[in-house]
Antibody, heavy 118, light 111 residues
Framework: EVQLVESGGGLVQPGGSLRLSCAAS????????MSWVRQAPGKGLECVAG????????YYVDPVKGRFTISRDNAKNSLYLQMNSLSAEDTAVYYC???????????WGQGTLVSVSS | DIVMTQTPLSLSVTPGQPASISCKSS???????????LYWYLQKPGQSPQLLIY???SRFSGVPDRFSGSGSGTDFTLKISRVEAEDVGVYYC????????FGQGTKVEIK
């Protein structure tokens, strides 16, 4: 059974940093693109970053470029999102999602909440 | 960047009646490989999003056949032939040809 379990969310002050993790199981993690999708309270979905199978290709949405870094450790079946210089606009539930081809997010985690507030 | 525009933004449907959601992209979603990377997701209340339709018209595993997708190029439609109570939630279209962009979402409720 495919499982994606996010962790690392919490309350952080503006300007602070946080590192999210996504533990994958039930499939060969190293064979798939992976992505992070966020949802601000009461808002829609936004795909903020993606990474290819070996970590050599990455993409970011404009609002997070230069502040967020996506990475993965295939030996640990884990996906990460390092978030720096956080602002209130980054407050959201962050989901990791498996991406077999061009945005086909076929499995999602349960999400982890990031709250940026003083 | 590709902009995805959904209409309507909300829909109230009587059980057993059909429903339709439109999604328009600012650029063609037809890839050079011949596939069109347009998806439909449903986020039920309190849950993570789930994949319904991939590549315009293919139903994902376990998705009931009352859900169907159609369209090409920049214009796409999700249809529910007979809405059931379990179909409530927010429906999103998403493009995957250049980065990943979601539409604003369409909230479907039962009358």
């Amino acid at each position: 059974e495919v499982q994606l379990v996010e962790s690392g969310g919490g309350l952080v002050q503006p300007g602070g940093s946080l590192r999210l993790s996504c533990a994958a199981s039930g499939f060969t993690f190293s064979n798939y693109w992976m992505s992070w999708v966020r949802q601000a309270p009461g808002k829609g979905l936004e795909c903020v970053a993606g990474i290819n199978q070996d970590g050599s290709q990455k993409y970011y949405v404009d609002p997070v470029k230069g502040r967020f870094t996506i990475s993965r450790d295939n030996a640990k079946n884990s996906l990460y999102l390092q978030m720096n210089s956080l602002s209130a606009e980054d407050t959201a539930v962050y989901y990791c999602a498996r991406d077999p081809t061009f945005g086909r997010f076929d499995f999602w985690g349960q999400g982890t909440l990031v709250s940026v507030s003083s | 960047d590709i902009v995805m525009t959904q209409t309507p933004l909300s829909l109230s449907v009587t059980p057993g009646q059909p429903a339709s959601i439109s999604c328009k992209s600012s650029q063609s979603l037809l890839h050079s490989d011949g596939k069109t990377y347009l998806y439909w997701y449903l986020q039920k209340p309190g849950q993570s999003p789930q994949l319904l339709i991939y590549e315009v018209s293919s139903r994902f595993s376990g998705v009931p056949d009352r859900f169907s997708g159609s369209g090409s190029g920049t214009d796409f439609t999700l249809k529910i032939s007979r809405v059931e109570a379990e179909d409530v939630g927010v429906y999103y279209c998403m493009q995957g040809i250049h980065l990943r962009t979601f539409g604003q979402g369409t909230k479907v409720e039962i009358k």
